[in-house]
């Protein structure tokens, strides 16, 4: 006899000499025949969603509200693979926001936010999200200010992020070849060695994508990367977003016009939550709109 049918016997066996065990399971599986009944009058959120074949991300009716007021109302945006994006908008139309919720910071009240077709980033956390592919660079870099350049950027590929598994943690040759790539890739590989407090404003600013890149991420959200740099590090900066573009889709949150015009082949205009306009830098620097609400107070203030 199999051991299968044996533990069936067992258990046939158990409650057959104890009958109120027979009732009690009887009500237990009609409670949750109950409970199943009930739930399919409300369906689980979307496991899929219908997208164009080279969209990355999705975000579609996205609103989240705070105390009433709507940072993002019915927010619509879809970013391509490989695409380079720029989002522009005045203070307040919903920018950190919009990446709060992609990052899983901020649950919106309702909408929908997928990752590719299948990843509904609504249901994961922000380690999750960050694990699925998508990285974070902040407006102010966070970088350990005195460890080597090379020492962060191996920090920050380390699989387990617990303390004492990123000390004891060995990289092998395949991750020190990637480290290599990225330190070529951000223009600090004469750097390596440095402690990264020693570096230029511009240079923490380049270190701290590196330290996203070994994590190979699908998806880059970048926050203003060029404010307090000088007009080298700006240059500098394009260079490195523009060839991120292919490999990675960029998503680039600025106020700097001319830093904008200098990397963008299409532009995402936010204003009071929503897209405003959206198009290529020439679109959107003729539109009367944009123009009203944004371009002619940004122009102004240089």
């Not at 490989?82 to 926001?97: Q, S, V």
């Not at 440095?194 to 991420?217: C, D, F, V």
């Not at 889709?249 to 995402?268: C, G, L, N």
Request: with cysteine; glycine share 10%; proline share 3%.
């Amino acid at each position: 006899m199999s051991d299968g049918l044996i533990r069936r016997d067992r258990v046939f066996g158990l409650l057959a000499g104890e009958p109120g065990r027979v009732e009690r399971l009887r009500e237990r599986v009609v409670a949750r025949d109950r409970v199943f009944n009930f739930m399919e009058r409300f369906p689980l959120p979307d496991t899929e969603v219908v997208m164009d074949a080279g969209t990355l991300l999705y975000l579609e009716g996205v609103t989240v509200s705070f105390d009433g007021f709507k940072a993002l109302n019915d927010l619509n945006l879809y970013i391509d693979d490989g695409e380079l994006r720029c989002i522009i908008g005045p203070n307040g139309a919903g920018k950190t926001t919009m990446m709060d919720v992609i990052t899983g910071k901020t649950r919106p009240d309702q909408g929908k936010v997928f990752f590719g077709r299948n990843t509904n980033l609504l249901t994961l956390d922000e380690a999750a999200i960050a694990a699925a592919g998508i990285g974070r660079k902040f407006q102010q870099p966070t970088v350990f200010e005195n460890l080597s350049v090379f020492h962060n950027l191996e920090l920050s590929m380390a699989a387990d992020k617990g303390i004492w598994s990123s000390l004891t943690w060995q990289l092998n040759g395949l991750q020190r070849d990637r480290i290599d790539e990225v330190l070529e890739l951000i223009g600090l590989d004469t750097q390596r060695h440095q402690r990264a407090g020693a570096l230029s404003h511009g240079q923490k600013q380049w270190l701290e994508i590196g330290m996203l890149l070994t994590q190979n991420p699908l998806l880059l959200l970048v926050d203003e990367p060029v404010a307090g740099m000088t007009e080298h590090e700006v240059e500098q900066t394009a260079e490195l977003l523009v060839a991120l573009a292919g490999q990675h889709s960029v998503v680039v949150v600025e106020h700097d016009m001319a830093f904008v015009r200098s990397i963008a082949r299409r532009v995402t205009v936010l204003h009071e939550g929503h897209v405003l306009a959206e198009g290529s830098m020439e679109q959107i620097q003729n539109n009367p709109k944009v123009i009203e609400v944004y371009l002619g107070a940004a122009d102004a203030d240089g």
